[in-house]
């Protein structure tokens, strides 16, 4: 059973909970009523549409909507904030691997910052270069370009069934970056350099493309 709505403490516990689990960060992300602590520690959860403090009964929602999950809700997990967490960690980890700016894409390149956004446009256009929006900004992955800063040709059967197909740019970067289990625990990017691979890691990516296009 969930805990009692009426004892004491049900905001505390939820925090706590949330806290051991390491998903309070991604609550408002969720749409979630948030928290944070006063002078002694306690909990002040509020609604993220009106600012306002949650009473009892709205943390008694809060507490089963949490606890929805599975057939044994005092062991249960909220799903949804799981994958929330685990997208954004996965985010973190991309982001701690090499990427250019418009502006050291077109150092690189030894073009102007504009002629750079251009050309990457164009090449987005044309399924043949990965562009991610940050909250920062727009990053080109650098996996996918030569030493010149051009896109790899031999990434390319690779790269566009995917970008073609609508694949979320997140998603099809760390695809292609991470060990992928129809490849045997290779990863796709690196074994696409490989000639006498090549042609199963594009059939491998026009298998995702399809599954992304018609997920039904």
């Keep these: ?25 991604h609550l408002a992300e969720a749409g979630l009523p948030t928290f944070v602590r006063d002078d002694e520690g306690l909990p002040r959860w509020s609604d993220p549409r009106t600012g306002l403090r ?8 809060l507490d089963r909507l949490l606890h ?3 057939s044994e809700p005092e062991h249960a997990v909220p799903v949804p904030l799981l994958l929330i967490a685990r997208q954004a960690r996965v985010r973190q980890e991309l982001l701690d ?3 250019l700016t418009y502006e050291t894409l077109g150092a690189l390149r030894g073009t102007s910052v504009n002629a750079t956004r251009f050309a990457v446009h164009k090449a987005q256009d044309a399924h043949r270069l990965l ?19 051009e896109p790899r040709p031999d990434l390319q059967p690779v790269l566009a069934p995917l970008l073609a197909a609508g694949m979320d740019p997140w998603r099809a970067w760390a695809w292609l970056t991470q060990p992928v289990g129809l490849l045997g625990g290779q990863v796709p990017e690196r074994l696409a350099a490989d000639p006498d691979e090549a042609d199963l890691v594009r059939h491998a990516a026009v ?3 399809e599954r992304v296009a018609d997920p039904g």
């Design 207 to 209: 298998r995702l493309a």
């Design 97 to 99: 691997t090499p990427w």
């Design 68 to 70: 929805q999950e599975g």
């Design 54 to 61: 949650l009473d009892d009964d709205q943390l008694a929602q």
């Design 131 to 149: 562009v991610v929006a940050t909250e920062t900004g727009t990053v080109v992955p650098a996996f996918q370009l030569t030493d010149s800063g």
């Design 1 to 25: 059973m969930t805990a009692d709505p009426s004892s004491p403490g049900l905001g505390e516990r939820l925090a706590r909970w949330l806290d051991d689990l390491g998903l309070t960060p």
